[in-house]
Every structure is written in structure tokens, then in C-alpha cells.
């Protein structure tokens, strides 16, 4: 404790010396231009930039300030088992974008006239521990203008500006101008010691938006399949990556819920149940009466009119039309429910339908502004590049909606209803051409403000493991309910193999086997690249090596076990903190790489969220576990002698282990993954 305070009290003085220093040379250059006649410009350069530095040093005083109350406060408190989201709570922030920011300062110092160069600061594992890779851009800049200096200079010279900040232990220039930077292990222990007293915090971001996040979206009365299950993990493990960062999100699930198949199938409702406005009919085989209805609304030419016929009385809310249409969306809701519990989702239902009265409004607006056109009795809407590609279309030839129109009209209503800042559509890569159009439109018609972020979130197709579109052994689609039982019965089998049953009770075992099934199939589908198409194998996913659910649930719960066995409670090792009794132990060359591995955090939380590619972040977890590993094989924990009677306990590793664990749980939490105690 007395270490810390002098620490910072040290740093606090070096800084405020330096900021007097400062303040004494603009000083001097201010007399100068006072007594210079012409205003030397050069002078007044010179003011501004010491000016910049100045701020600059004042603003890394103030965090310097801030992070130190933080400490003493939280060294105050002791238990903080819970770790609660507190106003004030210090972010951990990536260590990539703050020497981005650091660096960027002093190009700019070094190179006032230099303005376009991008300043790239990326992580490194060879030389240091990130690289500055610049200098050669610098270079290539300044010899446009003509001027020239060799990029080992420029690094040079943007070496010697480098603001002093705790963070950074030694810049080098190395090569033909890269500066490899070294990080210090008081700063990095400083962070992950604050991750073990508050939990794991995100990073700063600039804005809270409002997202809104469209996923799952099955089709009322068609099955929910595999491309519905891809949005559906896809989907969720977005939204809570961005609540996590602060956002505040809405889950929308946008069911097909509306359109003329409900036509056909209401006809065919009316003929089999006559009596459905009293009797709920028994149709729990909804997939069977859309076939049937299908089949007759394809030969019988008189069942086709009267199908027509209701769903204009359908969308005249007709009320016993109303009434057929609920009970068949009552049945498809009950089963989507059962895949969302099972995977624990929770989405708010706005189906097509909910934009009827939107479209009704809508489509004369667009008639009358122009952006219609009339194409053999369609009304066609052409995206910027009009003529080019497919147009939505707005109006059908019998004068009906189409998803294109309801889409149109659900992207208005997020933008000016909802006040989305950013709107995400989860769908397979086959929606791409649907959406670009869809986002040209609405950026035509004025609907799609700037400012306003879209992506279509694509993936690939599920393959079996014949490499062939994902069917069951008789050629049908495979059901999701099916899917998940078979997942569990196999998860089951494994654990059973390893005999886990002997050392579980039930209750472990069950959520064990759960915890596997359901992790295993969220894992694989979110480690892999979502624009690729990937083959879907139990058996794979199963595997117990490599990057696999299973692999990571179970290294978690052995990181878990190791401060058990230690004797050692959370809040023990917590106190043993804050009291100042322990620190964190970084000194070992493979525990600085674990230290590394886990700052770089919040960096990969970036870089997931530029393009939304969860793959990342589970490459990201199996580096964590594999270079826990690298630790844990070189490292001593705890120390027993040859009759298993524990001899030492390191404390300081086990405070490694620890923030491991903490950080491993906030990525399967962001993954939608439950790790359990023990397996
Ligand atoms: N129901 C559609 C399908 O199954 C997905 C809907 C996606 N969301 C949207 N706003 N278009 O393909």
C-alpha cells in the first residue's frame, strides 16, 4: 500500500513538474512574439505545439489523478463478490487504441504538416509487445512534399516526442523504421489487479447507440431451420457483445407472419375444422395442413380464388379471419418458444404483419415522391445504380405487399420510431442483394438518414457432414427441437464415457450435459468465419482437443478448481489484494504472456465490433486457454510434496489464474455459452 502511494505520488510530481516546465516555456514564447515585430510565425508554431503538449500532459495528469482515487477506493472496500456495475467504475481500456492515441501525438509534434498518414500501432509477438508501423507512410508523405528523411529517422524523431505515459516501459526503433514498444507489468498488473476488485468492465465508447438487432425471424406455419438457428445464435451473441459495451439493444424478431400463404391456409383451415372459432383444432402438425393447403391451392383452381378472397379479408381484419390467423400463429409461436428456452434467447415478436398499416401509408408516399416505377402491373423501386440488379418490389400485379415493402416499412419505423442509431439484419448470405437494394432505397426515398449505421449480418449455409446442404438421413429438413435432443442424448453419452457420473451428482451431471450440448452447437457455429458456409458434426464438436466448446468449458472449470484446491474464496483472495498482503505475479516470462493475452481484451472487443465477425472473439478465448496452459506447465500454483499434502500456495499466480477465469467467463457470457463449476 505505502509502494502505491509513493508510486503515484512520484508520478504525480514528475507530471507536474513537467507541466510547469511547460508552462514556463510558452511563457518565454509568448514574450518572444510580444517583442518580435512581425509575429514570427515559426515562434508561434513552436507556442502552439507546446500548447498541445501541454494539454495533452494535463489531460493524462487528470487520469493519472482519477485512477489513483479509483485505487485508494477500492482499496477501501473489500468485498466485492458481486463486482456491481458502480457509475464511476474504470474502464478497461485497450492498450492498442492508447498508443494509437499516443503515437498520433507525437507524429503530430514531429510532423505538424503531415496530416493524412493513418498512425498504426498493432500488437506484435516477435520484437516488443506491439509495433508502431508508420514511419515508412511518414516518409513516403513528406517526399511527396519534397522533402526527404528516411523512415528510420522519422522513428526516430516520433520516439523522441513520445509523451512520457505509465503505460509504456521502452520504445525502440528496429529495422528500417518500426518502433517496437514494450508495455510495462505495473501498468498491465495495475489493470488486471483492477479486473479481480470490479470484474470485467468494458471499454470506453464514445456513444451509446440505440441498436436494434433483427434475428431468428422464422416464418409462421414453415419450419424454423438450421439458417434460422445460425441467426438465432449469431444474432443473440451480437446483442449482448453490444449491451455489454453499453448499447442499448432490442432484440426484434421479424417472423413471416403475414402474405398470401395465410390466404391458402385459412381456406384450408375453414374446410377441415368448420367449427375452429369454438373448438381450438388440433393442428399441432402445422407443416402438414401449409402442405396440404399448398397442394390444393396449386391444383384446385376455385380453392385458389376463395384463398385470394381471404386474404383480403385478412387484411381487412375480418374478425374471424383474424381469429383463423391466431391460431395458426399460436401454434408456430409454441414451438419457436421451445428452441428460445431451451438456448436461453429472449426476442420481442414484430412480425411482417405489424407493418400493414405502415405500408398502406407508405406506398402513396413513394407513388407521389417519384421513386415508383410501373413494370408489367408491379410497382418497382430501383436502388442507387437504378437499372442495374433487382429492384424491390413495392406493389404486386394484384396490388399486394411483398417482403420488400414490409421490410421498407419496418426500416422506417426503426428509424423514426424506435430512434435506432444502428440496425442489424441477421441473415443468411442469400439476403445480401435484398438488403443492399433495400439500404439504397430507403437512402433515396430519404428514409435511411446519415448517420444512421445498417448492416446485414450474412452467413453461409449449414452443411451436413457430406458436405451437402444439412438434411436428416431421409432427405427432410432437419427439426431444431430433434437437433438440440440429439445434441444432449450425444453430450451425455460423452460425459458418461468419461465417467463423470461417478464424481457428479445428478443435478451437476444435467447441467454439465447441457452446458456442452448447447455450448457446443452455439460454439461451433460462432467459431467459424459466418460468411462461410460450415459442416455441421457432433462429432466435431464434441472433441475434447482443439478449438472446441468443449475443450474451453472444460479448461474454464479447471482454472476454476485451482483456488479451490488452494483453499483460497474469491473474496479471500480479493481482500488479500486490497490490503495489500498480495500482488499480482507477472515476473515469469509465461505469466507476462498470459498478463498480455488478457489486456489485449478490450482491443479484440473492437475489433469484433467493426465487423461483427464472432469468430474473433473465439479465437481469442482458445488463445487465452492455450497460453493459460503454456503458464500453468511452467508455473507452479501450488506446491506439494510427494504425498499430495500441499506445501506452498502462490498467491500471486493464483491471482492470475483468477483474472483468467474472469475474463474466460466474460467472453462465454458474450458468446451466450454457460460454463458450470464442475464437469
Ligand atoms: N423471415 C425471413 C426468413 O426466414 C427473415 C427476416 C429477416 N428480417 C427482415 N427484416 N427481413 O428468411
Redesign the pocket.
Known sequence: MADIVEEYTRKADAAELEIINLMIEVENLKNKVHNSSSGDGDVLKALKSKNDRLKYRLEILKRAVDSEENCSSKRKQVDVSDCPLEKDSRNMQSIQEILTEVFGVAVSQSYPDVNDVPVLVLPSTKFGDYQFNSAMLISQALAAKGVKVPPRLVASSVVEKLPQVPLIEKAEVAGAGFVNVRISRQYGRSILEDVLLRGVQPPRVHQRLRVVV??S???IA?EMHV??LR?TIIGESISRLLEFLGHDVVR?N???DWGTQFGMLIAHLQDKFPDYLHVSPPIADLQALYKESKQRFDEDEKFKKRAYSCVVKLQNHESDYIKAWQLICDVSRKEFQKVYDRLGIRLVERG?SFYQERMEALVPRLKAGGFLEEDDGRWVMWGEDGGRGVPLTVVKSDGGFT?DT??MA??EQRVSEEHADWII????AG?AN??TT?FQCARRCGILRDGVRVDHVGFGVVLGEDKKKFKTRSGETVRLVALLDEGVRRSKEKLLEKERDKVLSEDELRSAMESVAYGCIKYADLSHNRNHDYVFSFNKMLQDKGNTAVYLLYAYTRICSIARMAGLSGTQLRSALSEGRSQLSLEHEKEWKLGRCLLRFPEVLSRVVKDLGLHQLCDYLYEIATTFTEFYDSCYCIEKDSSGEIQKVNTGRILLCEVTALVMAKVFDILGLKPVPKM
Open positions: 433483427d434475428f425471424s422464422p416464418n414453415k439458417g434460422h441467426s426484434i421479424h417472423v413471416g411482417e417482403y414490409s421490410d419496418c426500416l439484419y441477421v441473415t443468411d439476403q435484398h438488403f433495400l
